[in-house]
């Protein structure tokens, strides 16, 4: 006897996001995706969550907003973690397509001198794109500078990262800060021995 074929299953797409209707709620903005599910996949979600939020959703979202914040996370010693500590810390974030957050780069530069073949050493400046600062063009300024090979290079983070060839990190200090006045004293770092040491 043979195995009855199975039909193919019919996916309903939503016409907003373009995600099937049942994972809506996980795309972009799921609010202006709700007319559309009421009208085209009526049984998908249930009502309450696809009614129009202007009612009193957005005090019901505040306040389980308050009541994850306030939930302690208990470790292996026992000990609990609560939203305090995450609120203390708090940095700019940034929604990106399909719900993900980006959280936004510190304005810092930092700088940490490689030490290759025991004598040769290379000095890579880091982070000068976040004051405005066009890599190459300041490159070109500190190969001139220092009198030596400057390039800009795509670091192990994939950030692109100036390598300045010689040990010229106490040097490029004061020189970041006259060239380019955006760049406070108190934002440039040095990395040493795997640790990070304000310049100023």
Same mark, same amino acid.
């Given at each position: 006897? /043979?195995?009855?074929?199975?039909?193919? *299953?019919?996916?309903?797409?939503?016409?907003?996001?373009?995600? &099937?209707?049942?994972?809506?709620?996980?795309?972009?903005?799921?609010?202006?995706?709700?007319?559309?599910?009421?009208?085209?996949?009526p049984?998908?979600?249930?009502?309450e969550?696809?009614?129009?939020?202007?009612?009193?959703?957005?005090?019901?979202?505040?306040?389980?907003?308050?009541?994850?914040q306030?939930?302690?996370?208990?470790?292996?010693?026992?000990?609990?973690?609560?939203?305090?500590?995450?609120a203390?810390?708090?940095?700019?974030?940034?929604r990106? &397509?399909?719900?993900?957050?980006?959280?936004k780069?510190?304005?810092?530069?930092?700088?940490?001198?490689?030490?290759?073949?025991?004598?040769?050493?290379?000095?890579?400046?880091?982070g000068?794109?976040?004051?405005?600062?066009?890599?190459?063009?300041?490159?070109?300024?500190?190969?001139?500078?220092?009198?030596?090979?400057?390039? *800009?290079?795509?670091?192990?983070?994939?950030?692109?990262?100036?390598?300045?060839?010689?040990?010229?990190?106490?040097?490029?200090?004061?020189?970041?800060?006259?060239?380019?006045?955006?760049?406070?004293?108190s934002?440039?770092?040095?990395?040493?021995?795997?640790?990070?040491?304000?310049? /100023?």
């Amino acid at each position: 006897m /043979a195995a009855d074929k199975l039909a193919p *299953v019919k996916v309903n797409y939503c016409g907003v996001c373009g995600l &099937p209707a049942e994972y809506c709620e996980f795309g972009p903005d799921f609010d202006r995706c709700k007319p559309w599910l009421r009208a085209h996949a009526p049984g998908v979600y249930p009502e309450e969550l696809v009614a129009s939020s202007s009612g009193g959703g957005e005090k019901d979202v505040d306040k389980v907003g308050e009541r994850l914040q306030s939930v302690g996370i208990s470790t292996a010693d026992g000990s609990s973690n609560t939203g305090g500590a995450s609120a203390s810390k708090q940095e700019e974030v940034k929604r990106l &397509p399909g719900g993900k957050l980006k959280k936004k780069d510190k304005q810092e530069v930092i700088i940490e001198k490689i030490v290759r073949n025991k004598r040769k050493c290379v000095t890579v400046v880091k982070g000068l794109e976040l004051f405005g600062v066009k890599l190459s063009d300041a490159s070109k300024k500190l190969g001139k500078k220092f009198a030596t090979g400057a390039s *800009v290079v795509k670091g192990p983070t994939e950030k692109e990262q100036i390598d300045v060839q010689g040990d010229i990190s106490y040097d490029v200090v004061e020189f970041i800060t006259d060239t380019w006045p955006d760049v406070p004293e108190s934002a440039i770092y040095f990395i040493e021995d795997g640790r990070k040491v304000a310049a /100023a």
